[in-house]
């Protein structure tokens, strides 16, 4: 009954790999995001999509590239991996992108660039 | 959005309320204040929210102020399982494209048997 997935949960690759991580919600929101925590723990938005649309984009290099399938799924690439890309990433729900709804959060995926 | 401060760490006894705060004095009125919560090794959790009145459900009570420059968010009975960074965020109602949430560095609530 997991409402936000995300796999894989683990991912540790060497530098100039290309990868990608999914995420799925059978909540039925029509927004989803990417958010990056880094090292020190800081939690960024990266991207954010509504209805196979994007709306944010937070300047994040174009290494980095969404792509949304359906309203349900909202995947994330990353070509030419660096070390600095080492975090956890983060996939996150909504029921919309404007109001007061709040964000329901996946439980993760931990990229190690070696 | 509008910026918000809290202090790095607290700690609370098992079975005593938790009372977090957090300061937000150039709120305006068409924000939100929010409370998140992320247990380590997991992806954060929605807490509660409140625009001007008191807020509770389940989880939690949020207590803001008249001139709403601050809130408390209250644990009314912490549990070892409590124990988190709890992040208060502001943002504005109807954020359009905009909308996101922007997370500050939180609160680390460590409660103690």
Same mark, same amino acid.
């Given at each position: ?114 | ?18 009372? #977090?705060?957090?300061? $937000?004095? @150039? ?6 204040? !929010? ?7 997991? /992806? ?28 408390? #968010?209250?644990?009314? $009975?912490? @549990? ?6 709890? !992040? ?7 954020? /359009? ?17």
């Amino acid at each position: 009954d997991t409402a936000v997935s995300q796999t894989p949960k683990y991912l540790v690759t060497q530098m100039g790999n290309d990868k990608s991580i999914k995420c799925e919600q059978n909540l039925g929101h029509d927004t989803m995001y990417w958010y990056k925590q880094d090292s020190k723990k800081f939690l960024k938005i990266m991207f954010s999509y509504n209805n196979k649309e994007l709306i944010i984009n937070e300047t994040v290099p174009n290494r980095f590239s969404p792509k949304s399938p359906d309203k349900a799924h909202l995947n994330l690439h990353i070509n030419s991996l660096e070390l600095g890309d080492s975090a956890v990433y983060f996939c996150a729900s909504s029921p919309t992108s404007r109001g007061q709804e709040t964000q329901y959060f996946g439980p993760g995926t931990r990229l190690l660039v070696l | 959005d509008a910026k918000t401060t809290q202090p790095p760490s607290m700690d609370c006894a098992e079975g005593r309320a938790a009372n #977090l705060p957090c300061n $937000h004095s @150039t709120i305006s009125g068409n924000e939100y204040v !929010y409370w998140y919560r992320q247990i380590h090794s997991q /992806g954060p959790q929605y807490i509660i929210h409140g625009l001007k009145n008191n807020e509770t459900n389940e989880m939690a009570s949020l207590i803001i102020t008249e001139d709403r420059k601050s809130s408390t #968010l209250i644990l009314p $009975h912490a @549990t070892l399982r409590d124990t988190a960074v709890y !992040y208060c965020i502001v943002r504005v109602m109807g954020g /359009g494209s905009n909308y996101k949430l922007t997370f500050g560095k939180g609160t680390l609530l460590t409660v103690n048997p």
